[in-house]
C-alpha cells in the first residue's frame, strides 16, 4: 500500500475518532449518566440479535444512497437530490403496492422499476441543467427535494391517506409487492441482496467500462477529461441517470421492505445520508457497504441512547458533520503526510 | 382568479413581500460579500438556522431582546469563521464544508433545543423576546404607503439600511477594494501586498453576521419562537438571488425581493383554499426558474462573447 492511500486511511479513522470523542463529550456535558449512555450509544447495538438486524435493516437504504451520491460526488456533481429521490420512490412504490396486484416477483419489481424510473427522470434533468447551462446543481437539488416532498406530501394526504389510522399514513399496500425477510428474527428483506448486487455492479460499471473510466477521470480534472477528448456533458448525464436511478430504487426498496403503508411524513434524512457515505467511502463502491454499516450502527445505538436516556438521538448529526468537515479538509494531517513521505523517501534511498 | 389579483394587488401583500424578503435579503447581501471575496459561504441556511435559536436563547435566559440579537449575531459570526477556518485554512471543499455546517445545523439545534426544552419542536416553553415593530412617524400617515413601509420590524430597516452600507463597503471603502481584488484576482491583490486570508476570514465572518441578523429575524421578528428547520430553504434561496444578481447589490436586492413575493404569494395562497402543500412549493419552484433563466441567459452571453 503506498503513503498516500495509507495517508487516507489514516485521515479518515482520525476524522472519525475526533467527532467520536466530541461525542463522548457532549454526552458527558449533557447528560446525567453518562456511561451507561456511552454503554448505549456505543455497545448496546451489538448486544442483542435484534440490534444487529436494525443495523443492517438501516444499511440497505443507506447503500442505494450512499452509492448514488458517490457517482455524483465522483463526477464532481454536488448533487444532493437523492433525498427528494428517495422520497417520492417510495411513494410511488407504495402506490403500485396499493393500486395493483400482480403475482409475486413482478410486484416489487414494478414498484423498484417505477421508482428508479422517477429517479432517473429527475437526476437527469438537474444534469442537464448542470450540463447545458452549467446551473448550480447542490442548489436546484435541493430546490427539488423540497418541491418533490410538497407534491408527495399533497398526492399522499388527497388520494391515497387512509382516513381510519390516525397520522397521515397512506393505505396498506398488497402483500404481494412486499420483500421478503431473509434472516430470522430479523427484519433483514432482500433488499439486501438487491443492495449488495447494485454495488458489484456499479463497481463493474466504474472500473471496467469506458463509461465508467471517463465518470473517474472528470471527477479528478474536468480539464484533463476535456483535453483527452472526453465528452464532459455525457458523462455528467450519464453518471446523473446512473445515481438516479439508484436513489430511486433504493426509496421504493425501503418502502416495500420495511412498511407496510407509506408513513414519511417528512423528507426521511437517508438520501442527505448520502453525502457522508460518499465521502468515507472516497467514492469506491465496495467501501460504501463497509461506511453504510459504520453509520447504521451509530444511527441504531443513536436511537437507543435516544430511548434509553436523556440525549437526543440528533447528537448523531453533529458527529456526521465533524467527520465531513475534517474528512474533506486537504490540509488536515498534512504535516503527518509529509513525514511519513520524507520516511518513505529516505528508506528508499 | 379575481380573488386573485385582488390578493396581489394590495398593500398587505406589498407590506407581506417587504417582510418575508428580510430574512432572504440578509443571508443573500452576506453571501454577495462572501463571493466578491472569493469564498462562497455555503453554509448560511445552516448559519441562519443556528443563530434562529441563538436568538431565542440568549433573549430567553437575559429577558432582553437586545441581547438576544447580539447573541444571534454572535452564532453567525462564530459558526462562519468556524467554517472559514475549515475552508480557508483546511483546504476543505467549499461546498462539502457548507453542506457539512448545514448538516451541523440540522442535528446541532435540535439537539440544543431538545436538552433546553425537552421537545423537538418548537422553542415555545422559552420566555423569549421579539425585537420591536417600527411606526415611521409621518410616513405611517401617508396613504397607502403608509400601510406599505411602516410598522415593520427594526431588523427589516437594518436590512433596507445594510443594502445602502453593503454597496458603500464594497465600492467606497478600502476593505470593499480588497475584497473584490482578492475576489477578481488573487495574484495581482497578493502582488500589491494584500493578506488574501485575512480579507477572506473578514469576508466571511461578515456573512456570517448578515446570516445571523436574518437567524436573529426569524424566531424574533416574522415569528417569536424557534422551530425545527425553520430556515426553510431561505439561506440556499438566497444564494440563488445572489447569482441572480450578478454581483451586484442593486441586482441581489432585487431578486431577494422577487423570491420574496413568491414567498409572500404562497403565504397569501392559502387563504384561497388551496391544498397547502402544494402552495409550499410556490418558492422553490420560483428559484429553480429563476435559477434556470440566470443560467441560460449567462451560457448565451458567454457563445456571444466567444
Redesign the interface.
Known amino acids: 500500500m503506498n503513503v498516500e492511500k495509507r495517508f487516507e486511511i489514516v485521515r479518515t479513522f482520525v476524522a472519525v475518532t475526533i467527532s467520536l470523542l466530541i461525542g463522548f463529550a457532549i454526552i458527558l456535558f449533557a447528560s446525567d449518566e453518562p456511561l451507561s449512555t456511552l454503554y448505549y450509544f456505543i455497545i448496546s447495538p451489538s448486544t442483542k440479535m435484534r440490534y444487529l438486524g436494525n443495523v443492517v435493516e438501516l444499511a440497505i437504504p443507506l447503500i442505494f444512497s450512499g452509492l448514488a451520491t458517490s457517482i455524483l460526488f465522483q463526477t464532481g456533481l454536488f448533487n444532493l437530490g437523492s433525498e427528494g429521490v428517495f422520497y417520492f420512490s417510495g411513494l410511488l412504490a407504495s402506490i403500485i403496492g396499493i393500486k395493483f396486484s400482480l403475482s409475486f416477483i413482478f410486484h416489487p419489481i414494478l414498484a423498484i422499476l417505477i421508482g428508479s424510473l422517477f429517479g432517473m427522470i429527475v437526476m437527469l434533468l438537474i444534469g442537464f441543467f448542470k450540463a447545458k447551462w452549467n446551473a448550480s446543481e447542490l442548489v436546484i437539488s435541493l430546490m427539488f427535494n423540497s418541491i418533490f416532498f410538497g407534491i408527495g406530501a399533497y398526492i399522499l394526504n388527497f388520494y391515497f391517506r387512509d382516513p381510519n389510522v390516525s397520522g397521515v399514513y397512506s393505505f396498506k399496500m398488497n402483500e404481494s409487492v412486499f420483500l421478503n425477510k431473509i434472516i430470522p428474527g430479523t427484519r433483514i428483506h432482500t433488499g439486501l441482496i438487491i443492495a449488495l448486487l447494485t454495488v458489484f455492479l456499479v463497481y463493474l460499471f466504474l472500473y471496467r467500462t469506458r463509461w465508467g473510466y471517463e465518470i473517474r477521470m472528470t471527477g479528478l480534472n474536468k480539464r484533463f477529461g476535456k483535453y483527452t477528448g472526453m465528452n464532459t456533458t455525457k458523462v455528467i448525464l450519464i453518471a446523473s441517470i446512473l445515481a438516479g436511478a439508484i436513489a430511486g430504487m433504493g426509496g421504493a426498496v425501503e418502502i416495500i421492505g420495511m412498511y407496510d403503508r407509506f408513513k414519511w411524513s417528512a423528507l426521511p434524512g437517508l438520501g442527505f445520508d448520502g453525502a457522508l457515505i460518499a465521502m468515507l467511502a472516497k467514492n469506491k463502491p465496495k467501501n460504501v457497504i463497509f461506511a453504510a454499516l459504520f453509520l447504521a450502527y451509530i444511527r441504531i445505538g443513536a436511537d437507543l441512547m435516544a430511548r434509553m436516556t436523556d440525549i437526543p438521538s440528533e447528537m448523531v448529526y453533529i458527529l456526521q458533520a465533524i467527520i465531513i468537515l475534517f474528512i474533506s479538509g486537504k490540509k488536515f494531517l498534512e504535516g503527518y503526510k509529509e513525514k511519513s513521505l520524507l520516511k518513505e523517501v529516505k528508506n528508499n534511498e | 382568479m379575481n380573488s386573485f389579483f385582488d390578493t396581489i394587488f394590495t398593500s398587505d401583500f406589498v407590506f407581506s413581500t417587504i417582510r418575508v424578503t428580510t430574512p432572504i435579503l440578509f443571508a443573500a447581501l452576506g453571501a454577495l460579500i462572501s463571493n466578491k471575496a472569493g469564498s462562497p459561504n455555503?453554509g448560511l441556511e445552516g448559519i441562519m438556522l443556528m443563530s434562529a435559536l441563538g436568538g431565542v436563547v440568549f433573549s430567553a435566559y437575559t429577558g432582553s431582546a437586545f441581547i438576544g440579537l447580539l447573541g444571534a449575531v454572535l452564532v453567525g459570526l462564530i459558526s462562519a469563521s468556524i467554517l472559514a477556518y475549515?475552508t480557508l485554512?483546511?483546504?476543505?471543499?467549499v461546498?462539502?464544508?457548507g453542506?457539512?455546517?448545514n448538516?451541523?445545523a440540522?442535528?446541532?439545534t435540535?439537539?440544543l433545543l431538545?436538552?433546553l426544552t425537552g421537545d423537538?419542536g418548537t422553542s415555545s416553553s422559552l420566555p423569549s423576546k421579539v425585537l420591536p415593530n417600527i411606526d415611521l412617524p409621518i410616513i405611517q400617515n401617508i396613504p397607502v404607503l403608509g400601510d406599505i413601509i411602516s410598522g415593520h420590524n427594526i431588523l427589516t430597516y437594518v436590512a433596507i439600511i445594510l443594502i445602502i452600507g453593503v454597496w458603500y463597503l464594497l465600492n467606497k471603502t478600502a476593505t470593499g477594494l480588497r475584497i473584490k481584488s482578492v475576489g477578481e484576482n488573487e495574484d495581482a491583490a497578493k502582488s500589491v501586498g494584500v493578506n488574501i486570508m485575512k480579507v477572506r476570514y473578514l469576508a466571511m465572518a461578515l456573512s456570517g453576521v448578515f446570516a445571523g441578523l436574518g437567524g436573529a429575524f426569524l424566531s424574533m421578528g416574522y415569528v417569536s419562537w424557534f422551530s425545527r428547520g425553520m430556515s426553510a430553504?431561505r439561506g440556499?434561496i438566497a444564494?440563488?438571488a445572489e447569482?441572480m444578481g450578478r454581483g451586484t447589490v442593486l441586482g441581489t436586492t432585487l431578486s431577494s425581493i422577487l423570491f420574496g413575493a413568491a414567498d409572500a404569494l404562497s403565504n397569501t395562497l392559502q387563504l384561497l383554499g388551496i391544498?397547502s402543500?402544494?402552495i409550499?412549493?410556490i418558492p422553490?419552484?420560483a428559484?429553480?426558474i429563476g435559477?434556470?433563466i440566470?443560467?441560460?441567459n449567462?451560457?448565451k452571453k458567454r457563445k456571444l462573447k466567444e
Request: hydrophobic fraction near 55%; avoid cysteine.
Open positions: 455555503i475549515f485554512k483546511l483546504k476543505t471543499d461546498i462539502l464544508g453542506i457539512a455546517i448538516f451541523f440540522d442535528g446541532g435540535i439537539f431538545y436538552y423537538k430553504g440556499w444564494l440563488a447569482a391544498p402543500e402544494l409550499s412549493i422553490y419552484l428559484t429553480v435559477l434556470l440566470y443560467a441560460i449567462n451560457t
